[in-house]
């Protein structure tokens, strides 16, 4: 008998002592690939929207994360699940990957903390790709948001990356989902004005808000307080635009008709002044 035949008459006998735990082993593996196999479907699914459906990409990118944390669980699932039914215990296998995932866990706990961030990010839907917002006195473009940062381009065309936890525990205002931006307007004029030409100051506040067809026809304007060189006029008031670059067009066609007309009534603007009161001694 050669060595050939002594192996194969070993292998048999092995198969045949333990054919239950062959079948366990091989139906394990099967399921595993077949439950890999559909997540991969999932995930094609989920690029082929990504790349098709653009405003719901912050949703999406979710899919292929959660697709591969799902395949490291089902594999450590169906390995434990085996071991623990042939006689194996799995608790000091648990408890090292405790110990292990915790090492982890200091080691990597800012990027851990931008993952959440970004989770909160999308599901709080504060705003997504092409959405206009204000951050920490930025404002820009939100071009990118991925599961470490939000990329910004600034109206500088500066491009700035802002960690998602600093994003999610911060004020973010969305500016493209307001109706239309405010202008929010003092102005000074000095302490010598007539009563007469402080309300007229105020009425011609009012009309050029009117008269302008890019401003909306509820201004309000009033006497908002008494400083120390100036009498402080206040004007609210609002555009028909969202878009920054109209709206600064606008404010500039305000103001240049509040000079004009000023000018044109002799309202004076104050400006920062003081009076020296010198008395004089009498020996």
Not at 4 to 27: P, Q, Y
């Amino acid at each position: 008998m050669d060595f050939n035949t002594k192996a194969g008459d070993a292998a048999v006998k092995f198969f045949l002592t333990h054919k239950a735990l062959m079948f366990s082993i091989v139906a394990n593996v099967i399921i595993i690939y077949i439950a890999i196999k559909a997540l991969d479907i999932l995930y094609v699914k989920a690029q082929e929207k990504l790349k098709n459906h653009k405003n719901d990409a912050p949703i999406l990118r979710l899919v292929p994360v959660l697709i591969k944390i799902f395949k490291i669980l089902i594999i450590f699932l169906i390995i434990a699940s085996f071991l623990q039914s042939n006689g194996y215990s799995v608790t000091s296998l648990i408890a090292g990957f405790g110990i292990v995932g915790m090492a982890v866990g200091f080691a990597a706990k800012e990027t851990i903390a931008n993952v959440f961030g970004s989770f909160a990010v999308i599901w709080d839907k504060v705003y997504k790709v092409g959405d206009f917002i204000r951050f920490n006195g930025m404002e820009g473009t939100v071009v990118d948001i991925n599961f470490r940062s939000t990329k910004l381009v600034t109206m500088d065309n500066y491009v700035i990356n802002i960690p998602n936890n600093i994003m999610a525990d911060s004020a973010v205002t969305n500016i493209t989902t307001i109706k239309a931006r405010r202008i929010d307007m003092l102005i000074g004029i000095e302490y010598s004005t007539p009563n007469e030409k402080i309300a007229r100051a105020v009425e011609i506040l009012k009309a050029v808000s009117i008269d302008n067809p890019q401003v909306e026809d509820d201004p309000l304007a009033f006497v908002s307080s008494l400083d120390d060189s100036q009498i402080t006029l206040r004007l609210y008031v609002n555009t028909k635009t969202r878009i920054w670059a109209e709206y600064c067009l606008i404010k500039d066609e305000v103001i240049r008709e509040i000079i004009r007309r000023f000018r044109e009534e002799g309202i004076e603007f104050a400006f920062p002044s003081q009076t020296v009161y010198i008395q004089k001694n009498e020996n």
